[in-house]
């Protein structure tokens, strides 16, 4: 969607290596996050930020790791901690913590 | 922690036939959000709904909040094929964590 871009949109690892998905918006907002979404099953809240510099787990931290070293990127790593890897990520903003969310296309990880 | 349920997961309706789908948290909402994820996509933000006892419209839409401020309903009205899809709510509870529903697939049959 307009003013966040993920990329890529397709990404397939092997087992045991760190990956590392990109998440950019230029919409000027100061909150970000990151979900996962299993089929199924809503979006799980993995990490978020509300500012730069500064990052907070959500429900299903583990395995992954953010940084937030500049307010329009928020890249995601999916480290080998992750047992189980294979799913959607989809990247959000907002102009604050918990104001209506926009959303990116998403990226589809395929780990094998 | 707070849980968000939605039913129910799946609904097929003929095209024209009236669709609901209900919303429960396990705590009171502050508010709630509601999106729809066409199927390939992303989730796109519809509404956010405030006050206890609100009720708001989108055309076909009608959106509801309980007035304990614990559940939430979406109804349209006369179905199309456009509006298939997942649509899914989001309770901001306490600590202003904001937690998904499992979601409703909408399948329209012509």
């Known amino acids: 969607d307009g003013g966040i871009t993920q990329s890529p949109k397709y990404l397939f690892r092997k087992e045991g290596q760190n990956v590392t998905l990109s998440c950019e918006q230029n919409?000027?907002?100061?909150?970000m996050y990151w979900y996962r979404q299993d089929p199924g099953q809503g979006l799980r809240l993995i990490y978020y930020s509300q500012i730069v510099n500064d990052f907070q787990k959500g429900d299903i931290a583990e395995g992954y790791s953010v940084s937030r070293e500049k307010k329009e990127s928020f890249p995601l790593t999916v480290t080998s901690a992750q047992k189980n890897p294979t799913a959607f990520y989809l990247c959000?903003?907002?102009?604050?913590?918990?104001?209506?969310?926009?959303f990116g296309n998403g990226t589809r990880l395929t780990v094998t | 922690g707070q849980q968000v349920m939605q039913i129910p997961q799946y609904q097929h309706v003929q095209e024209g036939e009236d669709f609901t789908t209900y919303c429960n948290s396990s705590?009171?909402?502050?508010?709630i959000q509601w999106y729809k994820q066409r199927p390939g996509g992303h989730p796109v933000f519809l509404i956010q709904?405030?006050?206890?006892?609100e009720v708001k419209k989108q055309k076909r839409l009608t959106f509801q909040f309980g007035e304990a401020k614990k559940n939430s309903s979406l109804h349209i009205t006369a179905t199309q094929t456009t509006d298939v899809g997942t649509y899914f709510c989001a309770g901001q509870g306490g600590g202003n964590k904001l937690t998904f529903g499992t979601g409703t697939q909408l399948k329209v049959e012509l």
């Open positions: 705590t009171t909402l502050s508010n």
């Open positions: 959000a903003s907002s102009t604050r913590q918990n104001s209506p969310l926009h």
């Open positions: 709904l405030v006050k206890s006892g």
């Open positions: 919409l000027n907002h100061d909150a």
